[in-house]
């Protein structure tokens, strides 16, 4: 079955999702988190991606950025996924396919949204019960946007 082709736009946000193939843990470790998080500040460099919010859950990823190049976009997620799965495969011993499928992309509106959009997603280790409070969980990007400290992946954002 062919895929229904991307929508691609500029000056939007986009909310990004990919998942564990067959919802499997793709972080067992902290230095898997590590891992992805700097490769999430190489190809966001790369790709000039601008990230917004952030959430690693134990099986999938939640960023929300906007490119200058939308054009860029898959490129962007492409190399960011398929350099963790190389990780990921080689430290495991594991081969083929970590992700399930092709990632999830929603257009958010520089407006009341931005901010859901955010919070939906620095409030899903809550929702899962993986903390108490989203300050608690490591893996977001809660307490460096609320405490403002530069930590190479958030990017200053304003609506309109």
């Not at 691609?8 to 193939?21: A, D, T």
């Not at 958010?108 to 969980?137: F, H, W």
Request: contains cysteine.
């Amino acid at each position: 079955m062919p895929t229904t082709r991307r929508l691609i736009m500029e000056h939007v946000c986009y909310h990004l999702i990919v998942r564990g193939n067959q919802k499997q843990t793709v972080f067992r470790g902290e230095d898997d988190y590590l891992t992805y998080i700097a490769l999430l500040k190489r190809f966001k460099r790369k790709y000039q991606f601008r990230v917004y919010a952030y959430c690693l859950m134990p099986n999938h990823v939640h960023l929300l950025g906007e490119t200058e190049m939308p054009a860029l976009l898959s490129k962007f997620m492409h190399g960011l996924n398929r350099n963790y799965t190389s990780y990921f495969n080689n430290k495991y011993e594991k081969v083929g396919h970590l992700w399930q499928g092709r990632f999830k992309s929603k257009i958010i509106t520089r407006d009341k949204y931005l901010l859901d959009c955010i919070n939906y997603i620095e409030l899903n280790p809550v929702r899962s019960g993986l903390a108490d409070m989203p300050l608690q969980y490591k893996w977001n990007s809660y307490h460096a946007r609320i405490s403002n400290v530069k930590d190479g992946v958030i990017d200053e954002w304003s609506l309109g």
